[in-house]
């Protein structure tokens, strides 16, 4: 997102956004842990030369207005309405790892909204396996007690580790310039309003069958087990899903690839196209 975004009054808060090109519409949706996350797709040729691509700051993020409480509705009803004060009536729906509920939310809520879903490294729906068990004992815990202890940089640096892998600093700092420190300053937005936002999420297989539309769910190989059970369940669960495979990428995948991802995105939106207005 560029330094000085655009802002709007949506359902009596002020979002941050960015709107640029032509075409059928794609919305980019971040991920929770911090509002930098855009940026290494809205330049790819891919999309950019393709489609009208629409990037903002949920609320509680960077510049954007908070609001009490958030839920993942309450973020997919925004995303909804920051469409509609744009003009935008039907739009394909990019989430990745915890705004992956933000798109199904949407997609079930608003169906009209939504032509189609990519589903980037989902965090929810997750199965109570022995993989999640791990990954919240040895991550998610002490990363937020890191963070109620007033250490936010800690606390990112331990989530980071665990979800994008060790050494993960060089590929986040070179495909996502400033991600970190957004992050630290996104703390308070993404411990204390994502991630309780993401455990009461009520999303069951049922609500799954709800969404018709067609689904792009991603994968990195190289991610934590986590991402592929959830990626695994999405596929069983969703109507009408397909797989994108990335060897080698990590939950960091279009930070490290771009161009894969981008023309993945592309590949399957073209599949896809939205009928011509009447």
């Not at 790892?97 to 079930?108: C, G, R």
């Not at 640096?157 to 400033?178: K, M, Q, S």
Request: charged share 15%; net charge negative.
């Amino acid at each position: 997102m560029t330094d000085m975004p655009d802002r709007i009054t949506v359902n009596g808060l002020e979002l941050e956004y960015e709107l640029s090109g032509s075409g059928e519409t794609v919305v980019l949706v971040h991920w929770g842990v911090g509002s930098i996350w855009a940026e290494p797709l809205l330049s790819e040729p891919a999309l950019a030369d393709s489609y009208q691509l629409l990037s903002y700051h949920r609320a509680g993020f960077a510049g954007s207005s908070r609001a009490e409480p958030v839920t993942m509705a309450t973020h997919a009803a925004h995303c909804l309405r920051l469409m509609r004060e744009l003009g935008i009536r039907r739009a394909h729906v990019v989430g990745h790892s915890s705004s992956v509920p933000v798109a199904l939310q949407l997609a079930i809520d608003a169906p009209e909204a939504v032509h189609t879903l990519a589903l980037m490294e989902a965090a929810r729906p997750g199965p109570p396996t022995a993989a999640q068990a791990r990954f919240s004992q040895d991550v998610v815990l002490p990363a937020i007690q890191l963070h109620r202890a007033g250490d936010s940089a800690a606390a990112v640096d331990t989530f980071f580790h665990g979800v994008f892998g060790p050494g993960y600093r060089t590929a986040l700092d070179h495909g996502l310039p400033g991600a970190f420190d957004q992050a630290v300053t996104d703390a308070d937005a993404f411990f204390g309003q994502e991630m309780p936002a993401l455990l009461q999420w009520p999303f069951t297989e049922d609500d799954a069958k709800r969404i018709r539309q067609p689904a792009l769910a991603v994968i990195g190989t190289a991610s934590p087990p986590i991402f592929a059970e959830r990626h695994e369940l999405l596929l069983q669960w969703l109507p009408n899903a397909e797989a994108l495979s990335l060897p080698g990428l990590t939950h960091l995948l279009h930070a490290q690839e771009p161009v894969t991802v981008a023309r993945g995105l592309a590949d399957f939106f073209a599949r896809h196209p939205m009928p011509a207005p009447a």
